[in-house]
């Protein structure tokens, strides 16, 4: 079963910056996007970013759009978020999450088919 695993969350003063990382594990798997959605305490889980694999096309929400920027290491395997200027309202935690499927709503939770556990960012004032 693959599993994805998150990195590279913590505590951070506003302003600073955040690089997260997400590998698989468990096998091979077929992958057409990956993306970083957020879940803050006591709120609804939200689109971040995603990007889709091999063309490397990306994609932002509007509240992280300019401050964050998502890429990936195909060699590696791997999905990075890179997250600058951090505020308070960042805080969250970060999930990610992958899908085999062209032809989805990027910017909903239910499109992924796999998810990693999920790693804690916090941004102190």
């Known amino acids: 079963q693959v599993q994805l695993v998150e990195s590279g969350g913590g505590l951070v003063q506003a302003g600073g910056s955040l690089r997260l990382s997400c590998v698989p594990s468990?096998?091979?798997?077929?992958?057409?996007?990956m993306a970083w959605l957020r879940q803050p305490s006591g709120k609804e889980r939200e689109f971040v970013a995603a990007?889709?694999?091999?063309?490397?096309?990306?994609y932002y929400s509007d509240s992280v759009k300019g401050r964050v920027t998502i890429s990936r290491d195909n060699a590696k395997s791997t999905v990075y978020l890179q997250m600058n200027s951090l505020k308070p309202e960042d805080t969250a935690v970060y999930y990610c999450?992958?899908?085999?499927?062209?032809?989805?709503?990027?910017?909903?939770?239910?499109?992924?088919?796999?998810w990693g556990r999920g790693t804690q960012v916090t941004v102190s004032s």
């Open positions: 990007i889709r694999w091999n063309v490397e096309n990306t």
């Open positions: 468990g096998g091979a798997f077929s992958r057409y996007y």
């Open positions: 999450a992958s899908s085999s499927r062209r032809n989805i709503n990027i910017f909903a939770g239910s499109a992924y088919d796999y």
